[in-house]
């Protein structure tokens, strides 16, 4: 299931070790923010990342602590568990098929409380733009820059810094979306610190000989005699992938040990750091009736502000004009060079320095004014 950047993975595990690794693997691999497991093998205890069921039959992990968003746990009961994540509800559940019917309608009974009440909005997620610089069309760019400065300014936001500022930041825009495409958003699978090649190796043998004895199920020519060799080539390649897990856990814990010497500050110590964090919720993880409680309590309101009264200032507006001196060519030169040259990151608004120096050979006019509002406006507080 995808929800743009939150991404959630869904599995019993049969409580399996195992299996329970590669659901874990699997997650990192493909940069999953949360994975819904139905009986599974083990759940650390006081871990902020995992949220279970009472009798333990179902779970909820979080896999991507630095991106993912934080639990808020909202309920849990005999067979399922429910917590805020990202701004949605997530609900993680188990009913063994072979129980009765009855005992299902009583276990939905006990779990309509857990799912979230009232109208449901959607998951609202804002990304800045990202735009493919080494695709840039430069003559686009400009043409771009100077269909856009043809149009005056409208009226009304004439003088208004905030305004002018907004529309020249929708110039960039459009001169952004004509010269270049956006990029698309494929990061590098991840892993899991255990993995290594000989591990995919024996998953892929696995999961071959795992279809070709589901394929031989499924075929009605088949003997019981082909049935059982497949089966037995897949029970040892199951085998072979549970033991290679295990020595590579193995190994790698072999040579974390051997770096504690070597670089005592670093992995070591954070995980030193993570056995010695608090059992007192952090803010993030708060609901949000009980967070604006502690925060009026520690900080009550003090009433309406009343701001100090101030002088009048003894310079009118048409004075501002006077004593703050605009941008010059020398100034403006220099700030265009400084954008050519400039090979950092863009900022929030996703414009690259180079295609902001392409456009400013017919943006120049209105980009001085809004460096010429903005020293006007400072002046004047």
Known sequence: MDLGPLTLLQGNINHSAAAQDLLCATAVEWRAGLAIVAEP???PPQSDNWLQSTDGTAAIVRVGAGSSPSLVLRERGKGFVAAGWGG????????SPNRARAAFQVFLAEMEGAGPQGNRGPAVSAAFPRWALTKLRPEVAEEAAMVRAWSDPPAHIAGDVDGMAELFADDMGVVCQAAMPRTRACPDRGQVYWWTQEVADLRATSMRARRAYVRCRRRAVTTPDEEQALRQVYAAAKKALRDGIRRAKEESREAFIATLDDDPWGRPYRVVRGKFKSSAPSTSAMDRGL???VIGTLFPDPGP??????APSEA????????VPPVSDEEFDMVRDRLRRKKKAPGPDGVPSRVLAL?????EERFRAVLNLM???TFSF
């Open 41 to 43: 093998y083990y759940v």
């Open 88 to 95: 949605i509800v997530v609900i993680s559940t188990y009913f």
């Open 291 to 293: 967070l604006d409680r």
């Open 305 to 310: 502000f009343e701001p100090p009264r101030m």
């Open 316 to 323: 009118p507006p048409e004075a501002a004009a006077a004593v």
């Open 359 to 363: 456009a400013l050979g017919h943006l």
């Open 375 to 377: 020293l006007l406006y």
